[in-house]
């Protein structure tokens, strides 16, 4: 039996991976097994000295997709948890997985700007936005620092999502609600 995917994307601080770990939580009470691909870990992995720009995004959106389609081809149900800001990879994991579900966690930018200068992992450098806006006032270079989305490069929403949840409105927990529902509607769940 073949597995789902759920690819959660979004601006960067817009909520995505609050929402894939309060759904992989439902998924976990409800004994669905489930794989968490999240962006971050896998650039790590395969970019260890990011440099943010397009070739190396076109690369690890391209492995995540793979990633995802191994996995669901061998019956295993996936949440990937990606900003993705270009259509074309979500629309080539489309393609690619069936039982596929785009879910677009949208979000004003300066709310996103907001959070993500209060993340605590260190998976990535802390403040991009606010780095970015400074960058493209005073043109300085701050090592780490690629092209940012949102500031330097434009997000692409998706065009029919299967889902949009307004984080700014929507707190994790009612946003994964939703998604369960939405998976149980599809009979997948």
Known sequence: MRGWAIWITGLPGSG????????????????????????????????????YTEEERDYAYRAIVLIGKSLTDNGINVVMDATSHKRVWRELAKKLIPKFVE???????????????????????????????????????????????????????????????????????????KIFKFLKSKRWI
């Open 16 to 51: 995505k991976t609050l929402r894939a770990k309060s759904l992989l939580k439902i998924l976990k009470k409800k004994k669905i097994k489930t794989e968490y691909l999240r962006m971050d870990e896998i650039r790590e992995i395969l970019t260890p000295q990011r440099k």
């Open 103 to 177: 879910v677009y966690v949208k979000c004003p930018l300066d709310v996103c700007i907001d959070r993500e200068s209060k993340r605590q992992d260190n998976l990535i450098l802390s403040d991009l936005y606010k780095k970015a806006i400074g960058r493209k006032k005073n043109g300085v270079i701050i090592d780490g620092l690629g092209e940012m989305i949102g500031i330097d490069v434009k997000y692409e929403e998706p065009k029919k999502p299967d889902l949009v949840i307004e984080s700014d409105k929507t707190n994790p927990k009612t946003s994964s609600e």
